[in-house]
């Protein structure tokens, strides 16, 4: 018995050992295999990882102290919650030629510029949120890069990492992975992802074609289709935001494209789709394309000037928020600006006033002070809700009246004069237009309550007629739209 349990003491202590030796081994076949396991990763990123380029000297110190003062003051003067802007970027390289290609420097020098106007940088899916009926988010931008480009991993992500900023790389996966080292690979666009720094979403699989034939629903949701179905096969995560192929629609309809992502952006629309609430209604928001030639200050008072701002504003003296019908800034020599005496050619003249910023404005009063009216002469034209469901007045020297959206028109005879002061109030669907204080007209908009700001315009019998004179012009929020009986539905 006593041999027994001497083989059975021997026996428990012999465990620990073998435990031990056995741990050894196996530390010892990491320690031996760990520079193989790495080698092994390396060579399988071989030619499919480009070496990242160091970010330039930073563009703070070579801006000056009195510029970034003057961001910072151009920032202080905006809200700090407003609709964020989405700002289009293309590739980030050295200089080569392209419009479309932004240099490291100038890049750098962007986001410089925007910090100092206290913007951030909104995630894709932050932006999704606030599509979605979310929260206004703080000051902010959305930045997006079409195409998915090497130049955003090779010199525009060691960028983000010094602004602690973040992007949105679009990718054409049709082509990513197939044209290094133009496009990312999928390695390259693993390694963005993983940074925190970007999120990857869609900007089709196989139709970035410039001239392509227009194509059939069905053929875009299937590349859609496609394109997402290749993120899930490389682990990535479903994208949530779309940016049409050189901002052309095509096949790529409303029902395609709501059905599979949370919005779609574009470049270019009929009217001002900024990201705001009457955007967000239709799920598509227009960007602001950034080029070689932007400069940082050039940016930063664009995208100040699409920042959303409340309805209270003197237009008359912000000249330059103006925009002309074909969407170009107004001269100052131009209507409204210029007074009566002119006798400049054309019939007509428009101008709206900051169609970015205004695109959320509801329960506003508008009040304009107009001169230069005579019998038969010209007329003077006030809209409000520009790029929603506007309501036009035009008041003449001894007639006003108001359109609403649905096309029927209510007309008031006037005292003659040639001046009058005008008052149009909007909220939800009501309108008032109310004519020195004595004449009211109002008018409904049928359908959906929609927002937007203001535009003035002049129209003239003949050569020989004067225009009109604005002399006062000035937009106040109506609190609880007493002028409007009270009726908002906004």
Known sequence: ????????????RAVPARLARACLGLLSAAVLTAPFAVAWHLHADAGQVTAQHAPPEAAAAAAGPERRAAWRALGASLPDRAAPVVLAYHDIRPRSGSRYTVTPERFDAHLTALRAAGYRTLTARQ????????????????????DGTRGLWAYADRILARHRMHGSAFLITGRTGRTHPYYLTWAEAARMRES????????????????????????ARRDLERSLAAFAEHGLPRPVLFSYPFSERRGFTDEVVGRLFTAALTNRSATPLPPSRRAAAGGRFERLEVLSG?????????VARRTPRPAEAAPLTDRGAWRSADRRRTAAGDFPFRDGRGRRAGGYRYAEYAPHATADWDRYTVRADVAGLAPRGATFGLTARVGGTPVRARVSYGRARLTGDGGAATVRRLAGASAHRIELTVSG???????????????????????GGIAVSASRPDRGAGWPAVRALRVEPCGGCGGCGGAGEG
């Open 127 to 146: 932006f999704a949120a606030y599509a979605a009926g979310g929260p206004v988010p703080p000051r902010s931008v959305l930045l997006t890069f079409d």
């Open 429 to 451: 669907r009501r309108a008032e237009l109310r004519v020195d204080g004595t004449v009211t007209l109002t008018a409904t908009a049928p359908g959906p309550v929609a927002t």
């Open 294 to 302: 932007t400069t940082a200050g050039a940016l930063v008072r664009e």
């Open 1 to 12: 018995m006593r041999a027994v349990r001497r083989l059975r003491a021997g026996a428990v």
């Open 196 to 219: 925190g720094r970007w999120d990857l979403q869609s900007h089709s699989h196989d139709l970035h074609r410039r001239g392509a034939a227009e194509v059939s629903p069905g053929a």
